[in-house]
Nanobody
Framework: QVQLVESGGGLVQPGGSLRLSCAASGSIFRINVMGWYRQAPGKERELVTTITSDGSTNYVDSVKGRFTISRDNADNTVFLQMNSLKPEDTAVYYC???????????????WGQGTLVTVSS
């Protein structure tokens, strides 16, 4: 059973920083793509950033230059460093893993439970 557990959300003032973490647990050989999505109140879930197992990254335009994704393949953990936060970054942030290879086969996708990030003065 592969599970994703996020941590690091909270309340921060505009211009501040937060670091999110997401750890994948279970018997895992490799995770091809890990990423972060977010869902703001009243809006659809949107892709924020992804990172492949070889380190290639992708960011939505609104966070480029402010957010940085990284991962530790040995621990199956992904991080999101968020700087210069804006009120419009307020959302529930979800960790995502795609193509998870386990001793029992390939799992197409897994989601974390979400962590709330609130940017407000």
């Amino acid at each position: 059973q592969v599970q994703l557990v996020e941590s690091g959300g909270g309340l921060v003032q505009p211009g501040g920083s937060l670091r999110l973490s997401c750890a994948a647990s279970g018997s895992i050989f490799r995770i091809n793509v890990m990423g972060w999505y977010r869902q703001a109140p009243g809006k659809e879930r949107e892709l924020v950033t992804t990172i492949t197992s070889d380190g290639s990254t992708n960011y939505v335009d609104s966070v480029k230059g402010r957010f940085t994704i990284s991962r530790d393949n040995a621990d199956n953990t992904v991080f999101l460093q968020m700087n210069s936060l804006k009120p419009e970054d307020t959302a529930v942030y979800y960790c995502n893993a795609r193509e998870v290879f386990t001793p029992h086969g390939r799992i197409l996708e897994r989601w974390g439970q979400g962590t709330l990030v609130t940017v407000s003065s």
